[in-house]
């Protein structure tokens, strides 16, 4: 009988979102920052790296803006993501996302990044240094060189301090779950401590530093968020796809445009649901991505793509490493149909094309138009569905 041997350690995520943005004057992490929530980018980021499951720590308070946050964020498939409500002190919050990756099947010999969800640029390279180093410490930290003076302030005055051999710590931190559950456990007063470096080296652990990045900035107040655009956008250039689809009228079958259910006698002839507008969507985002087409990527031979959700499918484009290069800024899409009436739904297509494309609504527009009874199309014979999509993307 074949035997099964130990699971091989995964590697998972805490992101610490349960702060009160006091400097900030409002929750920074759901602020807009080149288009999306801040946190949207962070998650995206700590995924640059095979992360298979993620907590993201926050506010009870902000749990539902939180969890739109996860959907609106463009993260691979593998990735599991779960929320927990964080504590009253950082260190606290740290071991409430820690006690759920041990509840949802992490394993004492996972490793896991802990990271500031205000830290959103940190980058692929960071994030492998820190991995290469997992086996030199018990927890591996990232560090840059202080190169401003330093003064200590007092009520008399200040004084000047030693710069020398003064660096700044960063995150994500790297550690075995294990070692940061001892590290609670054995620790009389986590409370005090700054950070899980600081939590596992009061026990006698051995924290290994590997450089940082000084772009790898933690946004604290607004003049921050600045920095970030301005960064983000640097390595970027605007780019345009197009999208178009068209489907016959077939009966028995149910209207589906834009995610929304269309009231109709009739439905649209495809293997999935026929969404044409959402498969305009997709082709206009691929093309954005130079990724090809949805022909390629969901072929009509493939039986299990046969009546599927295309809401699901576009889940799948999103999640695609070329597709997550990309920072999707509006969507414009047009409709061709003489049949049925559709300015009713205009408006919810909008938001669900929305929400799939982790946009605002204002970022989408759709129209309809018919097309003067000319061709098939005029005669009612079908819709076409053109959709021009504008990005950004790296490299």
Request: aromatic share 4%; proline share 4%; net charge positive.
């Amino acid at each position: 009988m074949k035997t099964t041997g130990p699971r091989q350690p995964s590697l998972a995520a805490i992101v610490v979102a349960a702060g009160d943005s006091t400097r900030f004057g409002r929750n920074k992490l759901l602020t807009p920052v080149a288009g999306r929530p801040l946190i949207c980018t962070t998650l995206q980021a700590v995924c640059q790296v095979p992360v298979r499951r993620l907590v993201l720590v926050c506010r009870e308070q902000d749990r539902a803006k939180m969890a739109k946050c996860v959907a609106q964020a463009a993260l691979p498939l593998r990735v599991r993501v779960l929320l927990a409500s964080g504590g009253p002190t950082r260190t606290a919050s740290v071991f409430r996302g820690l006690e759920t990756l041990a509840d949802n099947g992490a394993s004492d010999q996972d490793w896991i990044l802990i990271h500031d969800g205000a830290r959103p640029l940190v980058c692929r390279a960071l994030l492998k240094r820190i991995l290469a180093a997992r086996d030199m410490g018990d927890i591996v930290v990232p560090v840059i060189p202080v190169t401003d003076s330093l003064r200590r302030a007092s009520a008399g005055g200040s004084h000047v301090l030693d710069r020398r051999g003064v660096v700044a710590v960063q995150t994500p931190q790297l550690c075995q779950l294990a070692t940061l559950r001892s590290a609670y456990l054995n620790c009389a007063d986590s409370t005090s401590l700054g950070d899980e470096a600081a939590l596992i080296e009061s026990i006698g652990g051995r924290v290994a530093s590997v450089e940082g990045d000084a772009q790898n900035v933690k946004v604290t107040v607004p003049g921050d968020t600045r920095i970030v655009e301005t960064a983000f956008t640097a390595g970027t250039r605007t780019v345009v796809g197009f999208g178009y689809d068209v489907h016959r009228f077939a009966a028995g079958r149910p209207l589906i445009l834009g995610g929304i259910r269309i009231a109709s006698d009739l439905g649209l002839e495809g293997t999935s649901d026929a969404d044409a507008v959402l498969h305009a969507v997709m082709d206009a985002v691929l093309g954005c991505a130079g990724a090809g087409d949805i022909g390629g990527m969901f072929p009509s031979s493939d039986k299990q793509f046969l009546g599927i959700n295309s809401a699901v499918l576009l889940e799948h484009v999103m999640a695609d490493r070329r597709v997550r290069r990309l920072r999707i800024v509006s969507a414009d899409i047009t409709i061709v149909a003489e049949k049925p009436r559709l300015r009713n739904y205009q408006v919810p297509m909008q938001r669900r094309v929305a929400r799939l494309l982790g946009l605002r609504s204002s970022d989408v527009d759709v129209k309809v138009t018919g097309n003067d009874t000319i061709g098939w199309i005029g005669r009612g014979e079908g819709i076409a569905t053109l959709c021009v999509v504008t990005a950004l993307r790296r490299g």
